[in-house]
């Protein structure tokens, strides 16, 4: 096969392609709940779930051609895990791990990974388990433990600029709660970190608030707690930590309201930060010590100024407070502090737990709401650009979907699989769980199963611009191949992979979906007859769902603003192995044809925890 001129020519007079079914603007229906707790949709040539959004406000500033990171989990959520979605709105890469937190980006000797938690978060609000570092490829290249034996915990993992890992850690320690209304002999969850490092585990710093604070410093009351070991007291509840160029670690403690500053070399405090014992004079008038429940504190500015999110909320009283995004100026030579700016939402949010401040490349803020399945990227002085929802407004912070920490991030993905492809009538469905940088996918035909890549035979049929996470080919009606595959192309017209060759019969009534059974006889599989009617059924509801919803547009007249949604109706059910393929060159481009990798984990559901 040779990738001839004429093939590029064509290639840039793209066809038109269905592409996903994309997120809706400013929909009521989304906002009531009316599109389920946690809106997906579904593809053919995938067994992924992707994101429906809901855009309250949208603005071409945030088209930075970056990528948005969360991790939605919680009682609506079917496959926790990582997620990344691009731009427009659209699924770009997800694995089913389990329950996970924090994802990010972050850079380690040279090269960026995704960094995020997974384990299990049923430990009234704090966490057990393994923090992850994946490449581009999506590879787990490095995974991170607590040192000594100590549970990992889900609310830190933070790489520092000496390359070394911070994470924080809960563990059950006695303690005198006398002081606290408690028992002589009673037991506390320790707000405890650790810095270690990365490539061998080795602890080089650890720190536990119990050796610092007092027991009536904080907010929280014990509750009914800390009478036994198996029902310890969370007195403290860290959930950030930052560390600066001086060696000194930033914390955060939620029930402290505070922040603190601790010595890198001997753990004492250096100074505190709002809560109880406040060291600094507050020059806009309370505005910048008031924050209470807050989340996720950084250093910024050279250790000039810090960001956090303010919850200002806990438990069932508090709803009527909203949360805030904070920028503050902190002098630590004359102790005052003022309020740089402030990140207030039109859309007034109240997120009892977690949540998340970024600093973007481009001067812009990213807000996430933690709880409140909703993210907003506002301009530096706190002007909203974009706010969206990934779960309804009506049912924020009541655990059905949420996503602890909401980042945006360059990324690049060039995943070990290939495209998956599915094939029905004259359409043909293609996605590549993770890939960035298609461009263009190029349908092609073959008389033959396994053409070599240099048969005559294999026929251009035409080109069509990659459309979100799924693209919709249509296959011309003048095709008489009995085999298709797609090639995936980047912009420069080099081939970055390839699906499976197909059998193609278009007047079959089942959908094909590749690579197929490699026992077969032409390595394409069809839908058994339990999942076409699974299709089929689902194809005539949405019809008649469509004609319904038209009838009643037209009676009573349109109620909203939502994105007009076209394509034929995905199937979800269905999955197949690619094909191993080997690396070759056509006419100089060198043309890369990875093999699969799929991993699968159980997951346990998890109860939603308000003090996450």
Same mark, same amino acid.
């Given at each position: 096969?040779?990738?001839?001129?004429?093939?590029?020519?064509?290639?840039?007079?793209?066809?038109?392609?269905?592409?996903?079914r994309?997120?809706?603007?400013?929909?009521?229906?989304?906002?009531?709940?009316d599109?389920?707790?946690?809106?997906?949709?579904?593809y053919?040539?995938?067994?992924?779930?992707g994101?429906?959004l809901?855009?309250l406000?949208?603005n071409?500033?945030?088209?930075?051609?970056?990528? !948005?990171?969360i991790?939605?989990?919680?009682?609506?959520?079917?496959n926790?895990?990582?997620m990344?979605? %691009?731009?427009?709105?659209h699924?770009v #890469?997800?694995?089913?791990? =389990?329950?996970t937190?924090?994802?990010?980006?972050?850079?380690?000797?040279g090269?960026?990974?995704?960094?995020? #938690?997974?384990?299990?978060?049923?430990?009234v609000?704090?966490?057990d388990?393994?923090y992850?570092?994946i490449?581009s490829?999506?590879?787990?290249?490095?995974?991170?433990? =607590?040192a000594?034996?100590?549970?990992?915990d889900?609310?830190e993992?933070?790489?520092t600029?000496?390359? !070394?890992?911070?994470?924080?850690?809960y @563990?059950?320690v006695?303690?005198d709660?006398r002081?606290?209304?408690?028992?002589?002999?009673?037991?506390?969850?320790?707000g405890?970190?650790q810095e270690? /490092?990365?490539e061998t585990?080795?602890?080089?710093?650890?720190w536990?608030?119990?050796e610092h604070?007092?027991?009536? %410093?904080?907010y929280?009351?014990?509750?009914g707690t =800390?009478?036994?070991k198996d029902?310890?007291?969370?007195?403290?509840?860290?959930n950030?930590v930052?560390?600066?160029?001086?060696g000194n670690?930033?914390?955060?403690s939620r029930?402290?309201?505070?922040?603190t500053?601790?010595?890198?070399?001997?753990?004492n405090?250096?100074?505190?930060?709002?809560?109880?014992?406040?060291d600094f004079?507050?020059?806009s008038?309370?505005?910048?010590?008031?924050?209470?429940?807050q989340?996720?504190?950084?250093?910024?500015?050279? =250790?000039t100024?810090?960001?956090?999110?303010?919850?200002?909320?806990?438990?069932?009283?508090?709803?009527?407070l909203?949360?805030r995004?904070l920028?503050? @100026?902190i002098?630590?030579?004359?102790?005052?502090?003022?309020?740089?700016?402030?990140?207030?939402?039109?859309?007034?949010i109240?997120s009892?737990s977690?949540?998340?401040?970024?600093?973007? /490349?481009?001067?812009?803020?990213?807000?996430?709401?933690?709880?409140s399945?909703?993210? !907003?990227?506002y301009t530096?002085? &706190? %002007?909203?650009?974009?706010?969206?929802?990934?779960g309804?407004?009506?049912a924020?912070?009541?655990?059905?979907?949420?996503?602890?920490?909401v980042?945006?991030?360059?990324?690049?993905?060039?995943?070990r699989?290939s495209?998956?492809?599915?094939?029905y009538?004259?359409e043909?469905?293609?996605?590549?769980?993770g890939?960035t940088e298609?461009? !263009?996918w190029?349908l092609?035909?073959?008389?033959t199963?396994?053409?070599t890549?240099e048969?005559?035979?294999i026929?251009?049929?035409?080109?069509?611009?990659?459309?979100?996470?799924?693209?919709?080919?249509?296959?011309?009606?003048?095709t008489?191949?009995?085999?298709?595959?797609?090639?995936?192309?980047?912009t420069?017209?080099?081939?970055?992979?390839?699906?499976?060759?197909?059998?193609? /019969?278009?007047?079959?009534e089942?959908v094909a979906v590749?690579p197929?059974?490699?026992?077969? %006889?032409?390595g394409?599989?069809?839908i058994d007859?339990?999942?076409?009617?699974?299709?089929?059924? &689902?194809?005539s509801?949405a019809?008649?769902?469509?004609?319904?919803?038209?009838?009643?547009?037209r009676?009573?007249?349109?109620?909203?603003t939502?994105?007009?949604?076209?394509? #034929?109706?995905?199937? /979800?059910?269905?999955?197949?192995?690619?094909?191993?393929l080997?690396?070759g060159?056509?006419e100089g481009v060198?043309?890369?044809?990875l093999g699969?990798?799929?991993?699968?984990?159980?997951?346990?559901?998890?109860?939603?925890d308000?003090?996450?």
């Open positions: 096969m040779r990738l001839r001129h004429t093939w590029l020519a064509v290639a840039l007079a793209f066809t038109l392609a269905q592409a996903d994309g997120p809706y603007f400013q929909s009521n229906r989304f906002e009531d709940g599109l389920g707790q946690w809106p997906t949709e579904t053919r040539s995938s067994a992924l779930m994101p429906i809901n855009y406000d949208s071409p500033q945030c088209k930075d051609g970056q990528y !948005t990171l991790a939605p989990r919680g009682m609506a959520v079917r926790p895990g990582p990344i979605i %691009d731009q427009d709105g699924l #890469w997800t694995k089913h791990y =389990g329950q937190y924090n994802v990010n980006v972050y850079a380690y000797k090269q960026d990974y995704l960094t995020f #938690w997974v384990g299990n978060d049923g430990i609000g704090h966490g388990g393994t992850y570092m490449d490829a999506y590879e787990e290249t490095y995974t991170v433990r =607590g000594n034996g100590l549970p990992a889900l609310h993992f933070h790489i600029r000496d390359e !070394t890992a911070l994470f924080t850690v @563990d059950v006695p303690a709660l002081s606290a209304g408690g028992p002589e002999k009673g037991w506390i969850w320790d405890t970190f270690v /490092d990365i585990g080795q602890l080089l710093f650890q536990r608030a119990s604070f007092n027991l009536t %410093d904080g929280r009351g014990r509750e =800390g009478g036994s029902l310890p007291w969370d007195f403290f509840h860290i950030s930052d560390k600066d160029a001086a670690f930033l914390v955060s029930y402290m309201s505070c922040l500053y601790i010595d890198g070399h001997t753990g405090i250096i100074w505190r930060l709002g809560g109880k014992h406040n004079h507050d020059l008038a309370g505005a910048a010590t008031n924050f209470t429940w989340h996720h504190a950084r250093f910024r500015d050279n =250790g100024a810090i960001t956090l999110f303010d919850n200002a909320s806990r438990g069932e009283g508090a709803p009527r909203t949360s995004g920028y503050l @100026d002098d630590t030579h004359q102790m005052t502090v003022r309020v740089r700016h402030e990140y207030w939402n039109p859309h007034p109240s009892q977690q949540g998340s401040v970024q600093l973007l /490349d481009t001067g812009n803020v990213l807000l996430g709401y933690g709880a399945a909703a993210w !907003t990227e530096l002085a &706190g %002007d909203v650009l974009c706010h969206v929802h990934f309804p407004a009506s924020f912070s009541a655990g059905n979907i949420l996503s602890y920490r980042f945006k991030h360059a990324w690049t993905g060039r995943p699989t495209p998956d492809l599915a094939l009538r004259y043909a469905a293609v996605s590549w769980n890939a298609v461009a !263009t190029v092609q035909g073959s008389d199963r396994d053409p890549e048969d005559e035979s026929t251009f049929l035409t080109a069509v611009p990659k459309s979100g996470f799924e693209t919709i080919i249509s296959v011309p009606a003048h008489s191949q009995d085999y298709l595959r797609v090639l995936a192309l980047n420069t017209g080099r081939i970055l992979g390839a699906t499976a060759w197909m059998r193609w /019969d278009p007047a079959s089942e590749g197929g059974d490699r026992d077969g %006889d032409d394409s599989s069809s007859v339990r999942a076409f009617l699974f299709f089929a059924v &689902g194809f509801s019809v008649l769902l469509a004609v319904c919803a038209w009838f009643l547009w009676r009573f007249g349109a109620r909203e939502d994105l007009e949604r076209g394509g #034929w109706k995905p199937v /979800d059910e269905f999955n197949g192995d690619e094909d191993d080997s690396e060159e056509v060198e043309f890369s044809l699969n990798e799929r991993l699968s984990r159980s997951d346990s559901r998890r109860e939603f308000s003090d996450d």
